[in-house]
């Protein structure tokens, strides 16, 4: 009950975040040069006249700014994302038609870093100052400065060009027809790369926010009262600091869900992956303004159901929240 | 000042950054020497491997690769500096006037930052730049529209710690108006935290920049790092070198700047440290 509380409420707390992306959108589209109808239709000039005048009716192009930007909020709330000319089709399902891939690559990169990056932190923390930390705090440094994208082409050099281990690219084997396992197995050697190429900066990321969460974790009483007990060295990390260390990594997780969806754009683009990624690219390549203007209010709103989720881990993790 | 100073020369990660930033600096400003010639121009034979005439081969279209990064270097710090300095500027107005006025300013203020802080950055600088036409300036605008929430929650704490202090009631006691106090005593008092937090957003602004010309939203006029990438990937396969020796740069950039950055913290804001 008191969970179900909670959630109305952070759920009420989302409802200004939601309004304010419509506006930012309503923004940018005034921001843009020429006429809004010519943005909302995409590329310019590919439209029919007839269409760009029922555009301008629907959005009350030619009423005042307040009743237009009313018009839109309405549309936007509909999930009323508007036509994509380019592709034939409305923005909502293009994009809806791509949200699996694209859940799945953020998923298995989101879960990845987040357990080897813990691990690593705990390793560099258990060990401070030994080769194990300055090893692991070395390479969080590199990955911390090295571009996703770049380290995607990189793999493909070497692990599908040179080496043939893994596909190039795509979401799995054209004309395969796998069914069962097979399909699977198929799609897991096509995630391999992208999700390591997406997950290798949050990985450095969260290594390095646990290490010192780990340390911060260790001087407490409580841990010298554990050790006073009798208590092995694993028994207290595991049963003591490893939960009270995780939750500075979940607010960090939550903080960085909106970059990892910027991250997939990029890295989607390097692996021909099929998602909204992808969608964002060739919404660029032909400038369907509307379209990216739909994905952007998706992958917001994405990001506050999944601070939601944190927040909830958060509870799970820390019973003295209060609800 | 003298000891921060001395703090960050003991710190040998930093002074190795420095080293790197230094030889990104001296390489920018020798590049009208070393390579005369316009980046975009044709000087060669397309796709020679590196080690020949040309040190890191050609493109598909038989520009020099090294000329092309050394043009890039300029790019990317003019912009990388520009969107900081640019968010620095936006970043202390919000968070010095939510942190001096406090109440209804600071609440509103705050939300917005929250709000900016909580939307997926990275989109929303593409739409900019798409939006305005790609461009140095616009890509200067967006990277700053997604940097600036940081800098602003420091300049909001710093203040809200300083607006307590015995010498800001002073001056305010002694009729000092708004402008002056915060001008004259609060800003100077912060100006350390806010240049270390800034160094390490050169480093994002870097990344981002290379992000969006690598998706094609750089000035196509301009020779930059990802647009070098975007243009290699096409024959990723036969040409490896074109793709691979802009990364490195872009990698060994921006760990310089993030170990100077991470010197700079420890150094001038020692309570900040391990956060």
Not at chain 2, 19 to 28: E, F, H, K, M, Y
Not at chain 2, 246 to 257: D, Q, S
Request: proline content about 4%; some cysteine.
């Amino acid at each position: 009950m008191r969970l179900a509380r909670f959630l109305g409420h952070r759920l009420l707390l989302a409802i200004p975040v939601i309004l304010g992306i419509v506006v930012l959108n309503f923004f940018l589209i005034h921001l843009a040069p020429g006429d809004a109808a010519s943005v909302l239709a995409g590329e310019s000039g590919a439209a029919s006249p007839e269409y760009m005048e029922q555009l301008r009716h629907k959005f009350g192009l030619d009423q005042p700014m307040a009743t237009q930007f009313g018009v839109y909020l309405l549309n936007m709330l509909h999930l009323d994302l508007g036509y994509s000319f380019r592709n034939d089709s409305p923005v909502a399902s293009l994009i809806l038609d791509r949200l699996w891939p694209t859940s799945l690559l953020m998923l298995t990169a989101f879960g990845t870093a987040l357990v080897i990056g813990t691990l690593l932190g705990l390793a560099a923390a258990t060990g401070r100052n030994s080769w194990r930390d300055a090893v692991i705090s070395l390479v969080s440094l590199v990955a911390y400065a090295t571009p996703g994208f770049w380290l995607g082409l990189m793999m493909i050099v070497i692990f599908a060009i040179r080496l043939g281990w893994l596909p190039t690219s795509g979401f799995d084997t054209v004309g395969a027809d796998n069914e069962g396992w097979d399909e699977v197995w198929d799609v897991g050697r096509h995630l391999v790369m992208p999700a390591v190429a997406l997950s290798l900066f949050y990985l450095a990321v969260y290594a390095r926010v646990m290490r010192a969460s780990v340390l911060e974790q260790v001087g407490m009483d409580y841990v010298t009262t554990a050790r006073a007990k009798g208590q092995t060295e694993t028994r207290v990390m595991t049963g003591h600091v490893l939960r009270n260390a995780l939750l500075p990594v979940v607010t960090m997780a939550g903080v960085q869900a909106g970059n990892l969806i910027g991250g997939s754009i990029v890295v989607e683009t390097v692996f021909g992956w099929p998602g909204v990624g992808t969608l964002a690219f060739n919404a660029l390549q032909s400038r369907d303004l509307n379209l990216l203007l739909g994905i952007f209010f998706v992958s917001a709103c994405l990001v506050v159901v999944i601070n939601l989720a944190v927040d909830l881990v958060y509870v799970c993790l820390d019973p003295r929240m209060e609800l | 000042m003298r000891s921060a100073l001395a703090r960050f020369a003991r710190n040998r990660l930093a002074l190795l950054g420095a080293a790197v930033l230094l030889g990104l600096l001296a390489l920018v400003a020798l590049t009208p020497l070393l390579f005369p010639d316009d980046p975009f121009r044709l000087v060669g034979p397309a796709l020679q491997p590196p080690g020949g005439r040309f040190l890191l081969g050609t493109d598909t279209l038989g520009r020099d690769v090294a000329a092309e990064i050394a043009y890039g270097a300029r790019t990317s710090l003019m912009i990388g500096l520009g969107a900081t300095l640019a968010a620095i500027l936006f970043g202390t107005l919000v968070g010095g006037l939510a942190g001096y006025y406090r109440g209804g300013v600071e609440i509103a203020l705050m939300r917005l930052t929250e709000f900016f802080q909580t939307i997926p950055a990275f989109v929303l600088a593409i739409l900019i730049v798409a939006i305005l036409s790609p461009s140095l300036t616009s890509e200067i605008v967006a990277i700053a529209a997604v940097s600036w929430p940081g800098i602003a929650r420091l300049v909001r704490g710093e203040f809200v710690a300083l607006g307590g202090r015995e010498f800001v009631l002073a001056c305010d006691g002694l009729g000092a108006g708004d402008a002056r106090i915060i001008f004259r005593h609060m800003l100077p008092n912060c100006a350390s935290a806010i240049i270390a937090v800034g160094s390490l957003l050169i480093g994002t602004a870097i990344l981002i920049e290379a992000g969006l010309a690598f998706l094609g939203l750089g000035d196509p006029n301009v020779m930059s790092w990802g647009l070098i990438i975007s243009a290699g990937r096409a024959v990723l396969r036969s040409a490896w070198w074109i793709c691979t020796f802009p990364g490195i740069a872009i990698l060994l950039t921006v760990l310089g700047i993030n170990l100077v950055g991470d010197g700079l913290n420890e150094a001038m804001n020692p309570r900040l440290r391990e956060r």
